[in-house]
């Protein structure tokens, strides 16, 4: 199982943009990878702010989440 943005994704739907407190409840897992940014150059360029909100934010809210029912 996994997460994505996109809605049309198996998993559970979650915007890494989105305030913690509005995740939906994640399942727990054993083993967590976290592979999740905005890996396009050229849309990094064009949207400096969303990128770092899912680049940088983003995983500290992962980080944060996992580390808290771990």
Do not use: M, Q
């Not at 890494?16 to 890996?39: F, M, Q």
Request: proline share 6%; glycine share 8%.
């Amino acid at each position: 199982g996994g997460t994505s943005h996109k809605s049309s994704a198996e998993g559970v739907k979650l915007d890494l943009t989105w305030p913690l407190k509005e995740w939906p409840k994640l399942p727990n897992y054993d083993v967590v990878v976290i592979c999740a940014g905005v890996s396009k150059l050229d849309e990094c360029h064009r949207n400096p702010l969303k990128s770092f909100a899912v680049n940088v934010e983003g995983v500290e809210k992962l980080i944060e989440y996992f580390s808290s029912i771990f």
